[in-house]
């Protein structure tokens, strides 16, 4: 079922004041990417302090929660593979294994795991993220007809577009914008510049790993209950 606010309390007079009803649906907020519902969620989550720990980013939570801190493409990519992963971090790895020509192995690295929030937690948040690709700001994703959830991302004057997304097997991130701070466009937000560029990379690992009539899926942990 889905989540409802209702009442007086900051939040809704907030959301109220941009036109929305008195009742309002969480994950239609978020599929929105509606910037207060955003912050109000990041700072009551617990996640949070993880995500400024792991990000090493000096601002205060509430500006990172509307993506004023700065974050490689690689520790945003790695934050966002925990929520399918049910809650488990893998430490990225840059260089799997190296072998001589003749195939002996001379070097191998392995990931290593590290639960960073609740399995439930995840899940919740991957329902979440699902609803941006379903009928929010990622909904062209949708086309690619698989089991997929992310979230677009657009800095001020349109500087960075972003749109890291994930399905039960892979998390994938791209980042568009200049060397230098500036302008990518008047329309270039995360959904029209990376996006489309996401969307060819996982139709192409879809369609190798697609079977017919099955599909991998985000499996709830045991107390969920749906």
């Known amino acids: 079922e889905k989540m409802v606010f209702s009442g007086t309390n900051f939040l809704e007079r907030m959301h109220r004041r941009r036109g929305f009803q008195h009742n309002f649906f969480l994950e239609d907020l978020w599929a929105a990417s509606v910037d207060l519902t955003i912050l109000a969620l ?10 400024w720990w792991e990000l090493k980013v000096t601002r205060t939570l509430g500006a990172i929660a509307l993506g004023a801190g700065d974050a490689t493409l690689l520790e945003v ?15 990225p790895v840059s260089v799997l294994s190296v072998a001589d020509r003749e195939g002996n192995l001379l070097e191998e690295n392995r990931a290593s795991a590290v639960e960073v929030i609740r399995a439930d937690t995840a899940y919740v948040m991957t329902s ?20 997929l959830a ?5 800095v001020d004057e349109n500087t960075d577009a972003w749109f890291v997304g994930f399905d039960p ?18 329309n270039e937000t995360g959904a029209q510049a990376a996006l489309p560029i996401w969307m060819e990379f996982m139709k ?14 985000f499996t709830p942990p045991s107390n969920i209950v749906l």
Do not use: C, H
């Open 42 to 51: 990041f700072l009551l989550a617990v996640s949070g302090v993880w995500m």
């Open 77 to 91: 990519t790695s934050a966002y593979s925990v929520f399918p992963n049910q809650g488990v971090r893998m430490t």
């Open 128 to 147: 979440l993220l699902r609803g941006v690709v379903l009928r929010g700001t990622g909904a062209a994703a949708a086309a690619l007809d698989w089991p």
């Open 150 to 154: 992310g979230k677009t991302g657009t």
């Open 169 to 186: 097997d892979i998390t994938v991130g791209v980042w568009t914008g200049f060397d230098e701070k500036k302008p990518l466009g008047r």
């Open 204 to 217: 192409a690992s879809i369609d190798r790993r697609r079977a017919p009539d099955t599909s991998p899926d």
